[in-house]
């Protein structure tokens, strides 16, 4: 009886522990921040063609990223004709909502757009935990009160993906592919909970 | 150092003196006539082709975004928009709904389920032959410098006001080809269109206008 109850709370432990970091060993952090360095540079226009899903609908266009000051960013979505969809303002954690289509302009969908680009473009961010892996070297660090999962490939020691959760499950995975120098060209960005992604690929402008 | 501040304001100065005195406004009769030729070249336009190039104008951006094209009109109301530079991206205006190829990837928008999408798409169509000179939709001013006219549409329409403040159409002297459009938003940031390599009346088949 008592190897059942053991068993049994053994398995509601396994089962909601988060999937991330399930099989992972914790140890103490070798530093104090992680960095995103791809849209650090406010000399640089970050110009992406970019796909967004969101619910059961499409919307291609251009998404244009800028670093005004530290910690200061604003996002831009607008039609290939130039015309704009949306226009954020991220200042630290709170946002200002410069321009939003009436289609797009509800509140969840501005809440899940604001911590989904404060977790795409924040620089500097704390770190609360480590962890061992063979491949990567994994930090968890909070945005916006979320737990935020930096992965930096070994290989290269390049951020390549994010994954932002609850205490128990993931909520959204950035992945970040064709990196050169501080520059990602692909950005993909997935919702777990619900039907909504981004792809993006970087311009030259 | 004093100095430099203000040669640069002079500078700045005369150069924005110099931008407001290139545009002088027409005569009420001077703006009649353009707007009675406008419209007759408009209905005697039944094919436009052309090269674009395209500026998307954002105040805090270094740069402007750059992308470039070629279009394709056919009369009354078919028109192909294809952007090739930096990516490939094609809208077809046809049969009141937008058909869209983009990079490989197709879908259809049908307009009439947003009035304002209607009539914004419809007003970038008329754009083309310059014939927006519609007074029961747009408060309209003209002008002209030493080599094109200027007409400026303003939308009466709160709704299609949020999405373009003003549009800015140029019209080359002779033979009053629209050689740039400029969609101008309520916040200054503007969309700035131009045409280049223009060729009318050329035989067209409706199916360069198939997705």
Redesign the interface.
């Known amino acids: 009886m008592r190897f059942l109850i053991i068993s049994c709370f053994y398995f509601l432990l396994i089962s909601c522990s988060l999937k991330t970091t399930k099989t992972l060993v914790e140890k103490e952090p070798d530093k104090k921040e992680v960095i995103n360095e791809y849209f650090a540079n406010p000399d640089i226009d970050y110009v992406y063609k970019a796909k967004l899903q969101i619910y059961n609908n499409n919307y291609g266009g251009i998404l244009i990223i800028k670093k005004i000051e530290p910690n200061h960013y604003r996002v831009v979505f607008t039609t290939e004709f130039g015309n704009k969809i949306f226009d954020l303002d991220l200042d630290a954690d709170n946002l200002h909502v410069k321009y939003i289509v009436e289609q797009l302009n509800k509140k969840k969908l501005i809440k899940t757009l604001h911590s989904d680009f404060q977790l795409l473009v924040r620089q500097n961010n704390l770190i609360e935990k480590e962890f061992i892996s063979k491949t990567d070297f994994i930090y968890k660090s909070k945005i916006i009160n979320k737990d935020s999962y930096y992965f930096y490939l070994k290989s290269n020691n390049k951020l390549n993906k994010i994954i932002s959760s609850s205490k128990t499950n993931e909520k959204l995975t950035i992945e970040f592919n064709d990196i050169d120098d501080k520059i990602a060209k692909k950005i993909s960005m997935v919702h777990h909970n619900f039907n909504m992604k981004i792809d993006l690929t970087f311009i030259n402008n | 150092m004093r100095f430099k501040v203000y040669f640069t304001g002079l500078i700045w100065l005369f150069f924005t003196f110099n931008m407001v005195s290139q545009q002088n406004v027409l005569s009420k009769q001077e703006s009649d006539t353009l707007r009675e030729k406008v419209i007759e070249k408009s209905k005697n336009t039944s094919t436009i082709r052309s090269d674009f190039v395209?500026y998307?104008h954002?105040d805090?951006?270094?740069?402007d975004?750059?992308?470039s094209g070629n279009l394709v009109f056919k009369a009354p109301d078919m028109i192909k928009?294809e952007?090739q530079d930096?990516?490939n991206?094609i809208?077809i205006f046809k049969d009141k709904k937008l058909h869209?190829n983009?990079?490989g990837?197709t879908?259809k928008i049908d307009l009439s389920s947003?009035k304002t999408f209607e009539s914004?798409n419809g007003l970038?169509i008329k754009s083309v032959t310059g014939d927006m000179f519609d007074d029961d939709k747009f408060e309209i001013t003209y002008f002209h410098n030493e080599a094109n006219y200027i007409v400026k549409f303003r939308p009466l329409d709160k709704a299609l006001r949020s999405?373009?403040n003003e549009f800015v159409l140029h019209f080359d002297m002779n033979p009053l080809d629209v050689i740039e459009l400029k969609?101008i938003?309520s916040?200054e940031?503007?969309?700035l269109i131009s045409f280049l390599n223009q060729k009318f009346n050329e035989s067209i088949s409706n199916e360069v206008f198939n997705n």
């Open positions: 395209q998307k954002l805090f951006l270094s740069n975004i750059k992308s928009w952007y930096p990516f991206y809208v869209i983009d990079s990837t879908s947003s914004l970038i999405f373009i969609m938003e916040s940031d503007y969309t």
